[in-house]
């Protein structure tokens, strides 16, 4: 079936500090792949998503590539804020299914 | 704004009692879903529905309920015969089946039985 794995968190940087979250994933045909952000207390909002392989989707200084050769989409940002501080899921959604797979969600702290 | 809506953000139950989740949506989505979001974990999928009047479980359906009598409506109840209700829910939609369609999310409902 499909899966979604994600980096083990929390992650704690400091301000201005360079972000990696990995992502990898399995998955039947050509999936869409996708970021999605959770501040506390809060549904979840979608970051940024890509649709096919090479694809990059970016949003607010974040960025991810799709990797098919790696089956990896994983989280980039040159300098992150205190208000970048939340939860992020990586998910995927294949073109076989209906249904989204999301991974178990990487905590970030920022301090200032 | 179009959106999805839940109410109420925060919901306390006696255990024995059955309780409803309102979820709404005005972006004209076909499909919906109903997640549940335990501290520290991922999402997992309780209910969606492609299309009015169907539904189909997901993977933790026991103990839970829905309906989808209008295209922008998909209430979840929490029976009695779910064992561990208290958790934060989500509702979602998106446009479609189609692979490339996102989900949006609504603002959750955090349930807690006493």
């Known amino acids: 079936g499909n899966s979604v794995t994600q980096m083990e968190g929390p992650v704690t940087l400091s301000e201005e500090a360079f972000l990696t979250i990995n992502c990898t994933y399995t998955?039947?045909?050509?999936?869409?792949l996708f970021w999605y952000v959770q501040y506390p207390g809060e549904g979840l909002q979608l970051l940024l998503k890509?649709?096919?392989?090479?694809d990059k989707g970016s949003n607010k200084g974040f960025e991810a590539t799709y990797r098919k050769e790696t089956t990896s989409f994983h989280l980039e940002k040159g300098s992150v804020q205190v208000s970048d501080s939340a939860v992020y899921f990586c998910?995927?959604?294949?073109?076989?299914?209906?249904?989204?797979?999301f991974g178990p969600g990487t905590r970030l702290s920022v301090l200032p | 704004d179009g959106g999805i809506t839940q109410s109420p953000k925060y919901l306390f139950r006696k255990e024995g009692q059955n309780v409803t989740l309102s979820c709404e949506q005005n972006?004209?989505?076909?499909?919906m879903y109903w997640y549940r979001q335990d501290p520290g974990q991922g999402l997992r999928l309780i209910y969606y529905?492609?299309?009015?009047?169907?539904?189909q479980k997901g993977d933790i359906a026991e103990g839970y309920s829905v309906s989808r009598e209008k295209k922008e409506s998909f209430p979840l109840t929490v029976t009695s015969a779910q064992k561990n209700p208290t958790a934060f829910y989500l509702c979602?939609?998106?446009?479609?089946?189609?692979?490339?369609?996102?989900?949006?999310f609504g603002p959750g409902t955090r349930l807690t039985v006493l």
């Open positions: 998955a039947t045909g050509y999936p869409s």
């Open positions: 529905s492609q299309i009015v009047n169907d539904f």
């Open positions: 979602a939609s998106s446009l479609g089946l189609e692979y490339a369609f996102e989900q949006f």
């Open positions: 890509a649709t096919k392989a090479d």
């Open positions: 998910a995927l959604r294949d073109n076989y299914g209906q249904n989204f797979v």
């Open positions: 972006l004209n989505h076909d499909a």
